[in-house]
C-alpha cells in the first residue's frame, strides 16, 4: 500500500513553455499533498503543501503565480511551471499524506525538468 | 545551529560491513523518518519512528527521545545499498518535514 505515482518521469522543453506534472496517490486518499524540488546533492526543498479543495501553501521565495498548484482531488495533485526558463530545471517530488495509517508522508518518484 | 545534524556525510564501506548512521536535532518532534534516495532517483521511505526501534530485514532504526537521536543501521551491507539516506523530522504541531544533508553511503563489493 501507500504508493505514489508522478507523471511524466521526465519532461525536456522548450523555454517559455508551460510543464504540467501530476502527482496521484494510487491507494489512499491524500488529504494533503507536498511538493518539493531538489538541485544535483542538495536535499529537499520544500515548495508548497496543497490541502485538498483549499488554495496552495507556499514557502517563502516561491513564487505562486510562476509555480501553479492544484488539488482538485484526494488522488491528484499538478504542479505547473508556467513560462519555464532554464533555472527552472530541477528534480521535482511530491510526497501525499492521507489519515490513519496514511498518516505520514509517501513520496512520488520525482519528475526530472529540463529546460533548453 | 541546524535543527538536524546527521553524520557521517559521506561513508564507504565493504561489502557485508555493518553500517550505522547518525541523525541529531534539537526540537521537539512527532516522528522521524528514514528515506533512502538512489542516484538520480526517487524518494523511498524507509521507516518511520516515534519511539524505540524498528527492523525491516537488513535494516534498523532506533531513536532515543530524551537524547533527541536516532541512528540507522544496515546489517550485511551489499553494493545495492549504496544510496543517500536522509533523516527528516516531523516537528510537533506541524505538517511538513524538516530534512537532514544526508549521508552519501558507498558499499563497495
Known amino acids: 500500500g501507500a504508493v505514489v505515482s508522478q507523471h511524466p518521469s521526465w519532461v525536456i522543453c522548450k523555454s517559455g513553455t508551460s510543464v504540467k506534472i501530476e502527482c496521484r496517490s494510487l491507494?489512499?486518499?491524500?488529504?494533503?499533498m507536498f511538493w518539493y524540488r531538489q538541485f544535483p546533492k542538495q536535499s529537499l526543498m520544500l515548495m508548497a503543501t496543497?490541502?485538498?479543495?483549499?488554495?496552495?501553501?507556499?514557502e517563502q521565495g516561491v513564487e505562486k503565480d510562476k509555480f501553479l498548484i492544484n488539488h482538485a482531488s484526494l488522488t491528484l495533485s499538478t504542479l505547473t511551471v508556467t513560462s519555464a526558463h532554464p533555472e527552472d530545471s530541477s528534480f521535482y517530488i511530491c510526497?501525499?499524506?492521507?489519515?490513519?495509517?496514511?498518516?505520514?508522508?509517501?513520496f512520488g518518484p520525482g519528475t526530472r525538468l529540463t529546460v533548453l | 545551529k541546524n535543527e538536524v545534524e546527521q553524520s557521517p556525510q559521506n561513508l564507504t564501506a565493504q561489502e557485508g560491513e555493518f553500517i550505522t548512521i547518525n541523525c541529531s536535532y534539537s526540537v521537539g518532534i512527532s516522528a522521524l523518518h528514514w528515506l533512502q534516495q538512489h542516484p538520480g532517483g526517487g524518494i523511498v521511505s524507509l521507516f518511520m519512528?516515534?519511539?524505540g526501534k524498528k527492523k525491516h530485514g537488513r535494516l534498523i532504526a532506533t531513536i532515543n527521545i530524551q537524547e533527541k537521536h536516532s541512528s540507522l543501521h544496515i546489517t550485511a551491507s551489499h553494493p545495492r545499498d549504496s544510496a543517500v539516506y536522509i533523516c527528516?523530522?516531523?516537528?510537533?504541531?506541524?505538517?511538513?518535514?524538516?530534512f537532514g544533508q544526508g549521508t552519501r553511503l558507498t558499499i563497495n563489493p
Open positions: 519512528l516515534s519511539s
Open positions: 491507494d489512499f486518499q491524500a488529504t494533503t
Open positions: 527528516a523530522l516531523r516537528i510537533q504541531g506541524a505538517q511538513k518535514l524538516v
Open positions: 510526497s501525499a499524506q492521507g489519515s490513519g495509517n496514511y498518516n505520514e508522508q509517501f
Open positions: 496543497s490541502n485538498e479543495g483549499s488554495k496552495a501553501t507556499y
